[in-house]
Nanobody
């Protein structure tokens, strides 16, 4: 059962832009905390940006001023607008949907990832 699907990755030149999308099942999207993670080859997973169920964003210092995270609750979709891309942005981008249950109950759902390559 596929619950989280990323799309929008591709090859782009340095300084270019991409917009990633993360579509999630409405059953887990509603009231969720969502985040984008980046994994460069041979490196640990890094948190890039996150957004609360109410649309409040947060960013890693490395992408502040360049990336914008947003969500469209009507479409059950989170977006990552990536501008001024750098070669170090290259890697797989994963979407995490954190379903918030009662009390301390939290369940993370991950997409399969979408590849972003920034190269001239």
């Amino acid at each position: 059962q596929v619950l989280v699907v990323e799309s929008g990755g591709g090859l782009v030149q340095p300084g270019g832009s991409l917009r990633l999308s993360c579509a999630a099942s409405s059953n887990i999207f509603s009231g969720s905390f969502m985040a984008w993670y980046h994994q460069a080859p041979g490196t640990p997973l890094e948190l890039v940006a996150s957004i609360t169920s109410g649309g409040l964003p947060n960013y890693a210092d490395s992408v502040k001023g360049r990336f914008t995270v947003s969500r469209d609750n009507a479409k059950n979709t989170m977006y990552l607008q990536m501008n001024s891309l750098k070669p170090e942005d290259t890697g797989v981008y994963y979407c995490k949907v954190q379903r918030i249950g009662k009390g301390w109950d939290r369940t993370d759902y991950w997409g399969q990832g979408t590849q972003v390559t920034v190269s001239s």
